[in-house]
């Protein structure tokens, strides 16, 4: 019988059949499958494919063994520590006994890649010098195959004061060149999917960071994550349509509605009434930016400042409040956002000024303030607990060790925190005390603030963190004093309070703040720059949490 030449087929065989190649980075598995029809098993000698990096097929890989069934056959190699992202040519060919060799034809097999991505940990932990932060990086590497050995693998990172325009790509070794000190790595005993690495970053500054795997005698990088390490506070461009202090403010979906207060810094006379404000105004997140627009030029209220406003049930509330050092309010009213309408309400047990507000649980409280005393003021809208009236004003209790006024307070979930402040009688005139409180209505004790005791502070939550800062103090005869920032994790209370930047370089107090969207934002207020004397404020302040 005729012997076919090399590469060409019989016509009574059927062509070698390839299925699709099974390819894990540099390692590729070849399968190829034929019909015996009237040839017998023990015909088949050798089996094999040809493969190279051209169509000319210099290398030779035989297979171990042929897997038969009744009436067909298959048979594989794995061809090893081939070149990343390569095409290589194939072919597959048994030889039969006194018959010759059958070769498939020619086909393509590209070779795959080590991927890696890296992403940095929400847990951080401030040091003792306040100019790093210690912070977990995660690195992701696909690809490899179950029995890779890898040569290491870290993060590298470059680090600069300002943000760049585009995040920077680089090499391992012009990140080594740069900052030699900028960089993890770890030499495995086995191949690892995913690794993790602490380490220790400048604060205040903008850090770009890759994670890497050295494999094959090369560095693999995954695309830069761009962190900055610290808090981030953006002065906007646009303001408040009107300068504003001793303002008040309440959040309905997504929105933020802020009223009453005054354009100066002197209350009280007839200049001073003539500029209370008498509006409303709405602040709006549109494409990631903050607007502040004028909804209402005039609403039902008296004006005044030093009012107090909560949200509860998607309505608006605000009242209590004065218009001069005589005249203290004890009225309240609320907000339909819907009608855009407002309703006057039961007035309060106690004309009071400079308290704070809340809700927990579905009600709202009401308590400190000068005119007044640490004890609460509860409303509930339902009239389901009996302690209540419906829909009326009754008091409890807050333990400060003195009646206080000008304190803060910032929500949580169901937990409401309430501290700083000025006290009553005291040796002190200003406390730094912190007390959280929520549906058992029962005050707890929080650790004391750890900054300096201050009056007319704002605060403000994202997610499980407190930030309090700004406000005035009895050394600047309450003038505006602070412009600092603080931080407090619900999540880890023994910790404490610690410190972050600054808000801009004036000084500043009696502002209004509030969160959306993720954000912070403290608008208006009295400031004070190179001169003692304070003016009203325009000015919108948003603030970036670290890990947004």
Not at 136 to 148: P, V
Not at 310 to 315: A, C, P
Not at 428 to 443: Q, S
Request: hydrophobic share 40%.
């Amino acid at each position: 019988m005729m012997l076919a030449s090399c590469g060409e087929e019989f016509n009574r065989f059927p062509t070698l059949r390839l299925d699709d190649p099974v390819v894990m980075a540099d390692r590729a598995v070849l399968t190829a499958r034929f019909d015996l029809n009237d040839i017998k098993q023990d015909r088949i000698k050798t089996a094999g494919f040809n493969w190279g990096t051209s169509a000319q097929l210099v290398e030779r890989t035989m297979a171990g063994t042929l897997e038969f069934t009744q009436a067909s056959g298959s048979f594989s190699v794995v061809l090893d520590s081939l070149n990343l992202l390569n095409t290589y040519y194939y072919q597959a060919f048994i030889s039969i006994e006194g018959e010759g060799v059958i070769h498939s034809p020619v086909d393509t097999v590209r070779t795959g890649e080590v991927r890696i991505e890296t992403n940095y940990g929400s847990t951080r932990r401030r040091t003792d010098t306040l100019d790093l932060e210690e912070i977990q990086l995660f690195g992701f590497i696909s690809g490899l195959r179950d029995d890779a050995i890898v040569d290491s693998y870290g993060h590298v990172w470059l680090t600069f004061d300002d943000q760049q325009a585009v995040a920077p790509t680089f090499s391992v070794e012009e990140a080594l060149a740069a900052c030699n000190s900028c960089f993890t790595s770890t030499i495995p005993s086995s191949v690892k999917t995913t690794f993790t690495d602490t380490v220790r970053l400048d604060y205040s500054r903008y850090h770009y960071i890759q994670a890497y795997v050295s494999y094959q005698g090369q560095y693999i990088t995954s695309p830069p994550v761009e962190l900055f390490i610290g808090n981030f506070w953006r002065r906007q461009s646009l303001r408040l349509p009107v300068p504003l202090t001793n303002a008040v403010s309440f959040v309905i979906d997504d929105k933020a509605y802020l009223l009453t207060g005054t354009r100066l810094r002197e209350f009280f006379g007839p200049v001073g009434q003539q500029l209370y404000y008498r509006g409303m105004i709405v602040c709006d997140l549109n494409d990631d930016s903050i607007r502040c627009e004028t909804l209402f030029d005039t609403i039902p209220l008296l004006p005044r400042i030093d009012a107090t406003a909560f949200t509860l049930d998607g309505y608006g509330y605000v009242g209590s409040g004065r218009f001069d050092s005589l005249e203290v309010y004890n009225d309240f009213w609320r907000f339909d956002p819907q009608t855009q309408s407002w309703e006057e309400l039961e007035p309060l047990e106690l004309s009071v000024f400079d308290a704070v507000s809340f809700v927990v649980d579905g009600k709202a409280y009401i308590g400190t303030g000068n005119k007044g005393t640490n004890n609460l003021n509860g409303f509930d809208p339902t009239g389901a607990i009996c302690i209540y009236t419906n829909p009326g004003w009754v008091l409890g209790g807050i333990p400060f060790s003195r009646a206080v006024s000008n304190a803060v307070s910032w929500s949580m979930d169901n937990e409401v925190f309430v501290g700083m402040g000025h006290v009553s009688n005291g040796a002190a005139p200003l406390t730094r005390e912190v007390y959280r409180f929520d549906e058992t209505l029962d005050f707890q004790p929080l650790p004391m603030f750890d900054g300096p005791a201050r009056q007319s502070a704002v605060a403000f939550s994202i997610g499980n963190q407190a930030y309090m800062g700004t406000g005035s103090a009895e050394k600047d005869g309450y003038l505006p004093t602070y412009n600092d920032f603080w931080v407090f994790d619900r999540g880890s209370p023994e910790l404490g309070w610690f410190q972050i930047d600054n808000m801009g370089s004036n000084l500043v107090s009696n502002a209004t703040a509030f969160s959306l969207g993720g954000k912070g934002y403290v608008v208006g207020g009295l400031i004070r720059g190179s001169t003692d004397q304070p003016a009203a404020s325009s000015i919108i302040w948003e603030y970036t949490p670290a890990n947004q």
